[in-house]
């Protein structure tokens, strides 16, 4: 359905010469992108409202998103796939995350492993972004900085006695990007650099 919205879109501004014929496949990918990532973190930003965690909601996004668009990871093939399955185990971290908060040695150590796994594997080449060696690199780097940024943020907040919940979710962030990098190694999902 999103699909044939945006070829619709993207056939009628080439049609009214808005863009070239030549640019319509990049448009339309493009399109198909942003309405898709909007259903998905408009889902999520809804979901916070309704459990009552819109804020530990958008913590857990601005971390979340900005190291996941950096490592890659785990990608499901079919966006109805990535749709409930990112639904199911956001309602699943705001179902735990007072458990998880309440034992920090756990959520320390977790955190610990995936800054560990993240600082080790820095990006995950997926198929849909088939990076070169140089793009590869650089992105590897930016992942290991923005880890470090993150969790800088996080000890600060720890020091400065911050909501625990908080900490949590932004722990969270991280410890699920590791998770679906190490997923995407473990399929096979990831291209290797010739």
């Known amino acids: 359905m999103i699909e044939k919205m945006a070829l619709k879109i993207v056939n009628q501004m080439e049609m009214q010469k808005i863009i070239s014929k030549s640019n319509c496949e990049y448009y339309e990918y493009a399109l198909i992108a942003m309405v898709e990532n909007f259903i998905t973190v408009g889902t999520m930003l809804f979901l916070g409202m309704f459990f009552e965690k819109f804020l530990q909601t958008l913590c857990f996004l601005v971390f979340f998103l900005s190291l996941r668009k950096r490592t890659g990871g785990f990608h499901a093939d079919k966006f109805w796939q990535c749709y409930f399955g990112t639904v199911i185990t956001y309602i699943v971290i705001i179902q735990v995350m007072p458990m998880f908060c309440g034992t920090p040695a756990v959520m320390y150590g977790m955190l610990l492993l995936a800054i560990i796994l993240i600082c080790i594997m820095g990006t995950i080449n997926h198929p849909n972004m088939d990076m070169d060696k140089n793009e590869l690199r650089e992105s590897k780097k930016a992942a290991r900085l923005l ?23 932004m722990s969270m962030a991280i410890i699920l990007c590791a998770f679906l990098m190490c997923l995407a190694r473990i399929i096979k999902q990831e291209v290797k650099v010739k």
């Open 147 to 169: 880890v470090l940024m993150e969790v800088m943020i996080i000890a600060a907040l720890v020091y400065l006695k911050a909501n625990t919940l908080y900490i949590g979710y």
